[in-house]
C-alpha cells in the first residue's frame, strides 16, 4: 500500500527559511508525478507545487514563485519542498501527494500524506 | 480571470441525493478534467472523482461525477453521515500553468 509521510514542519520566524520532506513507500516513486497542497487554518485546499517524474519539470502556484521549490530524490523516494523567505500567510498544514500519472498538472492525487504544520510567526 | 466556484454549504438527510456544483472557466474546468476530493479535518483528503468521472477503486458507486462546458459536479446518492465531510472540486488551469481547487463545500447530514 502507498504511504508519503511528510517531515520538517515547525515553527518559523517570518523570513526565514524552512525544507518539508515527504518520503514516500509502496509504490514506485519514479513513475510517478507528485505535488504539494496545502490548507491554511479556517481555510480550504491550496495547490502548492508539481513535479513530473524527474525535477526537470517543475510547476508552482504564481503566488509562490521565485520563494518555494520543489525537487525529488528518485534514488531516496524523497520529496521536497525548500521554502524561503517565510510569510505569515504561508501558515498552514502542507500535504504531500501522489499523482496518479506521470505529468504533474492533472489533480488526479490519489494517496496523500497525513500533512506537517508550518507555522510563521514571530 | 482564473477561479473555481463551489457553494459554501450544502445539506441533506440520509438515503438523500445531493449534488455539490462547481463552477470554473474556459481556462480551467473548460478545457481540463477535473477531480473532486473528500477531506474530513485532521485527516488526509481522498480521492473521489478524476477525469470528470472515474471512480478510483474503493470509492463506492454512491458517488458520481460530470462535467458540462465550464461546470462540473458531484452527485452522492443514498447519503450516510460518514459522508459529512468538505469537498473539493480542482483542475489544471492551462493560463495559469498549474493547478487551482475550488473553495470547497461542506456537506452537512442532517
Known amino acids: 500500500e502507498a504511504q508519503l509521510l511528510e517531515s520538517g514542519g515547525g515553527l518559523v520566524r517570518p523570513g526565514g527559511s524552512l525544507r518539508l520532506s515527504c518520503g514516500a513507500s509502496g509504490f514506485t516513486f519514479s513513475n510517478y508525478a507528485m505535488a504539494w497542497v496545502r490548507q491554511a487554518p479556517g481555510k480550504g485546499l491550496e495547490w502548492v507545487s508539481a513535479v513530473g517524474v524527474s525535477s526537470g519539470s517543475t510547476y508552482y502556484a504564481d503566488s509562490l514563485k521565485g520563494r518555494f521549490t520543489i525537487a525529488r530524490d528518485n534514488s531516496q523516494n524523497i520529496l521536497y519542498l525548500q521554502m524561503n523567505r517565510l510569510r505569515a500567510e504561508d501558515t498552514a498544514v502542507y500535504y504531500c501527494?501522489?499523482?496518479?500519472?506521470?505529468?504533474?498538472?492533472?489533480?488526479?492525487?490519489?494517496?496523500w500524506g497525513q500533512g506537517t504544520l508550518v507555522t510563521v510567526s514571530s | 480571470q482564473s477561479a473555481v466556484t463551489q457553494p459554501p454549504s450544502v445539506s441533506g438527510t440520509p438515503g438523500q441525493r445531493v449534488t455539490i456544483f462547481c463552477s470554473g472557466s474556459s481556462s480551467n474546468i473548460g478545457s481540463n478534467p477535473v477531480s473532486w476530493f473528500q477531506h474530513l479535518p485532521g485527516t488526509a483528503p481522498k480521492l473521489l472523482i478524476f477525469?470528470?468521472?472515474q471512480r478510483p477503486s474503493g470509492v463506492p458507486d454512491r458517488f458520481s461525477g460530470s462535467k458540462s462546458g465550464t461546470s462540473a459536479s458531484l452527485a452522492i446518492s443514498g447519503l450516510q453521515s460518514e459522508d459529512e465531510a468538505d469537498y473539493y472540486c480542482?483542475?489544471?488551469?492551462?493560463?495559469?500553468?498549474?493547478?487551482?481547487f475550488g473553495g470547497g463545500t461542506k456537506l452537512t447530514v442532517l
Open positions: 480542482a483542475a489544471s488551469d492551462d493560463s495559469l500553468n498549474g493547478v487551482i
Open positions: 501527494a501522489k499523482s496518479r500519472g506521470a505529468y504533474g498538472l492533472p489533480p488526479n492525487f490519489d494517496q
Open positions: 477525469g470528470n468521472n
